[in-house]
C-alpha cells in the first residue's frame, strides 16, 4: 500500500514538472518565437499564457521595446572634401521576430552593429553631397529623415524598424577647425565692416540732412526777423510822421537835442561846421553864458 502511494506521488509530481515545462508566459514587452529541433515553429506570440511540447519545443524570448545603440564616431566628407566625425545614436525595435533571429541570431549588440553600417552609408552619401554649413544647420533634419527611411527599408530585411536617427555631434579635426574658423572670422569682419560703412553713410546722410534743415530755419528765422524788423520801423516812421505833424517845434527841438547829445558825448569830440548852420539854429539868440569872476 505504501509503495503503491509513493509510486502515485512519484507520478503526480512527473506530471507536474510535465505540465509546468508544458506552459510559457510572454509578458508585454517581450516578443517570442517557438522553435522545434532549431526550426521556427510559430511566432509572434500574444502577452499571456501558452503551451509548448516539453523537450522537443524551445521558447526564444526578446525585448519587444524600442531599443538604442550608439555608433562609434566616424570620419566623413563633405562636397568640400572636408572631413568631419560624427557620432550618432539609432533607436530601434523587432517587427519580425523569425527574421531578427534569421538575420543577427537575436542578438541586440549584432542587430545595431548592422543597422550602424546603413547609417554610415546613408551618411556617406548625404554628407557628400552638402557643405559643411548645409550639414551642420540647414539641411540636418533633412539628413536624418532620409537616412531613418532608408535604414527602415534595409532594416525590414531582419525584422527590424528603425524609429529614429540622430547625430549627437559633429566635430571638426584640428586642422580643419581652424581653417573653419578663420573663414568664418574673416564673413563676420566683412559683415562688420559692411554695416560699418552702411551707418556711416547713413550719419553722414543724416547729418547732411540736418545742416540743411539748420540752414532753411536760421534763414526762415532771418526772413521773419527782418521782416518783423521792417514792419516794426515802418511803424515807427508812421508814429514819427503823426507826432511831427502835431508839433513840428516841438519834434524839431526833441531831434535836435538827440543829435546835440550824441555828438558832443565826449571831451574829444570836434565838429567842424558853419555857425549859421541849421545844426545850430537853436542856439541863436541865446544868452551867451558869462563864467563867475574868481
Given at each position: 500500500m505504501l509503495q503503491n502511494k509513493m509510486v502515485l506521488g512519484?507520478?503526480?509530481?512527473?506530471?507536474l514538472l510535465i505540465m509546468m515545462m508544458s506552459l510559457f508566459y510572454v509578458q508585454e514587452t517581450e516578443k517570442a518565437l517557438k522553435l522545434q529541433f532549431g526550426r521556427v515553429v510559430k511566432a509572434d506570440y500574444s502577452p499571456g499564457l501558452h503551451f509548448k511540447i516539453p523537450f522537443f519545443q524551445t521558447i526564444r524570448k526578446f525585448d519587444g521595446r524600442i531599443q538604442s545603440f550608439d555608433s562609434n564616431p566616424q570620419h566623413f566628407l563633405t562636397g568640400e572634401q572636408k572631413n568631419l566625425i560624427v557620432d550618432s545614436f539609432i533607436k530601434w525595435r523587432i517587427t519580425d521576430t523569425e527574421a531578427y533571429l534569421k538575420s543577427v541570431g537575436g542578438n541586440p549588440i549584432n542587430a545595431g552593429r548592422r543597422l550602424s553600417e546603413f547609417i554610415a552609408d546613408g551618411l556617406r552619401s548625404e554628407f557628400g553631397k552638402r557643405t559643411i554649413q548645409e550639414v551642420v544647420s540647414g539641411d540636418r533634419a533633412k539628413i536624418m529623415d532620409i537616412i531613418t527611411a532608408e535604414a527602415n527599408r534595409r532594416g525590414s530585411e531582419f525584422g527590424i524598424e528603425v524609429v529614429d536617427v540622430r547625430i549627437k555631434q559633429i566635430n571638426l579635426p584640428d586642422d580643419v577647425s581652424t581653417s573653419v574658423y578663420q573663414r568664418m572670422d574673416a564673413a563676420r569682419?566683412?559683415?562688420a565692416k559692411e554695416l560699418r560703412s552702411r551707418g556711416e553713410a547713413a550719419a553722414v546722410r543724416i547729418r547732411a540732412e540736418a545742416d540743411r534743415e539748420n540752414m532753411e530755419i536760421i534763414s526762415k528765422a532771418e526772413r521773419d526777423a527782418e521782416q518783423i524788423r521792417g514792419e516794426g520801423d515802418a511803424t515807427a516812421t508812421e508814429i514819427y510822421a503823426r507826432a511831427f505833424n502835431r508839433n513840428v517845434d516841438f519834434y524839431t527841438?526833441?531831434?535836435?537835442?538827440?543829435?546835440?547829445?550824441e555828438v558832443f558825448n565826449s571831451k574829444d569830440d570836434v565838429l567842424v561846421i558853419e555857425p549859421n548852420s541849421d545844426f545850430f539854429k537853436f542856439f541863436k539868440g541865446l544868452d551867451p553864458i558869462?563864467?563867475?569872476?574868481?
Open positions: 512519484v507520478i503526480s509530481i512527473v506530471v569682419e566683412q559683415v527841438l526833441t531831434r535836435s537835442l538827440n543829435a546835440y547829445r558869462i563864467a563867475p569872476k574868481e
